[in-house]
Nanobody, 120 residues
Framework: QVQLVESGGGLVQPGGSLRLSCAAS????????MGWYRQAPGKQRELVAV???????NYADSVKGRFTISRDNAKNTVYLQMNSLNSEDTAVYYC??????????????WGKGTLVTVSS
């Protein structure tokens, strides 16, 4: 069984920074893309950032230049460094990963989410 566990959320003042982590565990053969999504109150879940197994990245326009996604393949962990946070970044942040448990194609896995609140 595969699990994704996020950590690092919390309350931060506008202009502040937070670093989210997401560790994958279980019967993992390999991990393809890993990413972060977020869902603000009353809104749909949206892509924040994604990183491939080779390290290529893609970001939502709203976070470009402020957020940085990275991964440690040896630890099956993905990170999201968030700087210059503002109230519009307030949301539940979800980790997502395309994980192979065998020689076949990967499957989508999600974490349970971690709340980020930006407020003074």
């Amino acid at each position: 069984q595969v699990q994704l566990v996020e950590s690092g959320g919390g309350l931060v003042q506008p202009g502040g920074s937070l670093r989210l982590s997401c560790a994958a565990s279980g019967s993992i053969f390999g991990i393809n893309a890993m990413g972060w999504y977020r869902q603000a109150p009353g809104k749909q879940r949206e892509l924040v950032a994604v990183i491939t197994s080779g390290g290529s990245t893609n970001y939502a326009d709203s976070v470009k230049g402020r957020f940085t996604i990275s991964r440690d393949n040896a630890k099956n962990t993905v990170y999201l460094q968030m700087n210059s946070l503002n109230s519009e970044d307030t949301a539940v942040y979800y980790c997502n990963a395309d994980i192979r448990v065998g020689l076949g194609d990967g499957m989508d896995y999600w974490g349970k989410g971690t709340l980020v609140t930006v407020s003074s």
